[in-house]
């Protein structure tokens, strides 16, 4: 790890766009499509994800994936969309509460609130909402927490470029 700064991001609906398919399926425009054990999944990467990405590791921010699902498959998802190139780390669900958290850091994700995924992610990295308490996990999510628009394909109307400025105050909190 480079320096004391980490960006955490999710990846699906976040960095990409996936969708699982059947075989027969036909690929929507934009999607690349791949297979992986009988699997189909259709993916499309948000179009300014390369850019935020590229910016946060400009300010040398190591960048971690955090991912609910298999590190491997979403590792191989980041890499046909030509996403993989600045990450340090893709972390998945099966290295939940092993990951070494630095002096400074924030989570970019999709969802929060009384969705699970922001809920999954800070348990990911060790703070789990029941053991620490209603106010510290507001506290926690107010501090580290930034929330993107989910990407679903196609238009991206809201870009992750538009949330560096959050990132950089975040991070120098
Ligand atoms: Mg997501």
């Keep these: 790890m480079r320096n004391g700064k980490t960006v955490f991001v999710d990846c699906n609906d976040t960095l990409i766009a996936v969708r699982h398919a059947s075989r ?15 699997q189909w999944y259709h993916v499309q990467a948000r179009p300014s994800a390369d850019a935020f990405l590229k910016a946060v590791a400009a300010e040398a921010c190591n960048i971690v994936v955090l991912t609910g699902g298999s590190s491997r498959i979403q590792h191989l ?5 030509d996403l993989d190139e600045e990450l340090d780390q893709v972390i998945g669900f099966e290295s939940s509460g ?11 994700d ?3 609130g009384g969705c699970s995924s922001f809920e999954e992610k ?6 789990k909402r029941k053991d620490i308490g209603e106010a510290r996990y507001k506290a926690l999510v107010e501090k580290h927490c930034i929330q993107c628009r989910s990407f679903k394909g196609g238009d991206d109307s809201a870009p992750l470029t538009g ?5 950089r105050t975040k991070l120098a909190a």
């Design 77 to 81: 998802l980041l890499a046909l969309t």
């Design 24 to 38: 027969s399926d036909v690929v929507p425009d934009g999607f690349k499509s791949i297979e992986r054990g009988g």
């Design 122 to 127: 800070l348990a990911m990295l060790g703070f």
């Design 163 to 167: 949330l560096l400025e959050e990132v």
């Design 98 to 108: 092993r990951v070494e958290l630095p002096a400074s850091w924030v989570l970019v």
């Design 110 to 112: 999709d969802l929060q």
